[in-house]
Every structure is written in structure tokens, then in C-alpha cells.
């Protein structure tokens, strides 16, 4: 950020709540500027989406540059061993953290929104590779898993690590009921279906505009009380693009300007613990359709103090 370009303010002069208006409007500037895996710096996700997909506010994104976006990262999962080790770039090892703090996360969440009485549960896996999460977390918790996956190879391994065959007899009742080949900026969900919409390390390959667009058609498949899970890798400020796989990695607050977008609001989020010191950390976010309640069951209830109230004569 080249602060020179800022014409000079006095913070005292400014009243109060246009001084906290400024203060997130040089926060968001900040964190929008990014790099890419070459080492490019770009002022501005603005700046990087034009040079990727032709993406304009006027004429929208370049589509034939758009397709070659996807295409190119089709192209680099098509090559992808068909594996946990594979899916998770060489970090098998990450698979049972991953999964402990996802189920720690969503067991929270269930009985919040839809209550303790048993009731028939489905769920779809958006990006979900080889049925990594489907098979170790999902299916324990909901009677239906939709699979979701663009890579033909990594679906048609996932069908067979899902069948019948290779599932737990307590988990009969549980099942795989349908296996879509689609991308993400493609797929339209049955109206109604989903109790759980897991989205997790793939809507980084989905530009602002695409990602805006699936979670508003996605929102449709939404059950009463129904949410959204979205797991993904957060930058440390503003994005990181990568030149080999396409796809982008976005600051918390990054994500948090596209929710408002998309007409969501993050119910709950927590970090992923138990990583490698390495890689991207990760963050969980519960997105819903309508605004959490103030002072509801997220909210921490104050404690009472026990000093006595003044009694007035």
C-alpha cells in the first residue's frame, strides 16, 4: 500500500464514527492487495481478476479467458493421484486433524439449528475429491451425502471408497445417494434439499463474480434452519494466487466482504488447530440466510455480580 498516495488526514479532527468508517475502509485496502506463486505483487484484487479472466465491473469477465481459467485447473487435478495423499497436496498426514476439528465444529452446530429430535439429515460435499470427507465425517452425521466433483477421475474413485462394500454396517442406513459431475460455478441444488452445505478447499478456484453466483443459487437448496459449512485455507492479508493449480487464497476479511455479497452471515467461525507451521492456516466458518439473533445461543450470557442493588427511598 503506498501511503503517500493518502491525502494527509487528522484522525482527531474526524468525528468518531467516521473515524472507525476510515479505519475499515484503509483495513480493507490493505488486505485486498495480494501476490501471486511467481512472486507478482498486485495493488488490488481488482488488479489481479483483470489480468487473469479479462474481469471488467462494465463488460463482466472475458470468456474465453474465464474458460482457461478453468480449464487450467481441471487440467492440473486431472493429473492428480486419485488419493487422500494426492487431494491433500502431499499432506496425507493432515487427514485425522482435519476431520477431528471438523466434526468438533459441525457436533456444535447440529443440535443449534435443528434441536435433539432425530430427524433424516442430508448433506452435500461441494468439491468433494476423492469422498475424503464424506466418508470419514459426513456420513456418520446425515442419512444422505450428495457428492459434488468436476475431476472424473477423483469421482469415480470416490464412488467406489463409497460403496456398500466398503462402508461400516453401522453406517448402512447411511448413505451416498448421488454422485455429480460438475463444477461448482455449475451446479444448481434441488430447492429444499440440504440440511448442511460442506464446502471445503475448492471455492478458491472460483473467481468474486462465480463465487457470488454459486452461493446464491446454493442458498436455494437450503432447508428450514439449514447452513453452510466453508473450510478453506486464509491468508494472512489480502490473497495469494497460485500460478499451478488456479486458484486463490483470501484474507478473512476478504471472505467475510464476499459473504455480504452472497447475502449470508457467519453464524460461528473457528480455526482449524493441530497443522502444519508451513502451510496456510485454515478457518471454518457457519454462514446462514438470515441474521443472527443478538444475545442468542452464540452469544455469551453475562454473569450476574453478587453485589446488592441500591434500594432507592
Request: hydrophobic content about 35%.
Amino acid at each position: 500500500m503506498n501511503t503517500a498516495a493518502l491525502p494527509p488526514v487528522s484522525i482527531c479532527t474526524i468525528p468518531a464514527r467516521r473515524r472507525l468508517v476510515l479505519r475499515f475502509a484503509l483495513k480493507r485496502k490493505m488486505e485486498v492487495s495480494g501476490t501471486d506463486s511467481t512472486g507478482r505483487q498486485f495493488s488490488s484484487a481488482n488488479e489481479m481478476w483483470r489480468e487473469e479472466i479479462g474481469e471488467d465491473e462494465a463488460a463482466g469477465s472475458d470468456q474465453t479467458k474465464l474458460r482457461d481459467w478453468y480449464s487450467k485447473g481441471i487440467s492440473y487435478w486431472q493429473g492428480v493421484e486419485a488419493s487422500v495423499e494426492g487431494v491433500l497436496g502431499g499432506y496425507g498426514c493432515v487427514n485425522d486433524s482435519d476431520v477431528k476439528g471438523s466434526e468438533a465444529f459441525l457436533k456444535t452446530l447440529l443440535p443449534l439449528r435443528f434441536g435433539k429430535e432425530k430427524r433424516h439429515l442430508v448433506a452435500v460435499d461441494c468439491g468433494a475429491g476423492i469422498g475424503r470427507v464424506t466418508k470419514n465425517l459426513l456420513l456418520r452425521h446425515f442419512n444422505e451425502v450428495d457428492l459434488v466433483e468436476p475431476v472424473s477421475h477423483f469421482l469415480e474413485s470416490a464412488r467406489e471408497n463409497l460403496s456398500s462394500s466398503n462402508i461400516m454396517q453401522e453406517e448402512e442406513t447411511h448413505k451416498a445417494t448421488n454422485f455429480y459431475c460438475v463444477p461448482l460455478q455449475e451446479f444448481s441444488p434441488e430447492t429444499g434439499r440440504y440440511d448442511v452445505i460442506w464446502v471445503q478447499w475448492c471455492i478458491g478456484h472460483l473467481p468474486d463474480e462465480d463465487f457470488i453466483s454459486f452461493f446464491k443459487r446454493a442458498k436455494v437448496g437450503l432447508k428450514a434452519n439449514g447452513f453452510f459449512i466453508v473450510k478453506e485455507n486464509i491468508a494472512r492479508g489480502g490473497f495469494v494466487l497460485d500460478k499451478d493449480d488456479q486458484s486463490i487464497t483470501r484474507s478473512d476479511v476478504y471472505f467475510r466482504e464476499l459473504f455480504d455479497r452472497c447475502g449470508l452471515y457467519v453464524h460461528s467461525a473457528r480455526d482449524q488447530k493441530e497443522m502444519p507451521k508451513e502451510l496456510f492456516p485454515v478457518k471454518m466458518y457457519c454462514l446462514v440466510t438470515e441474521k443472527p439473533q443478538k444475545g442468542g445461543n452464540d452469544a455469551r450470557k453475562r454473569k450476574h455480580s453478587n453485589r446488592p442493588a441500591i434500594i432507592k427511598s
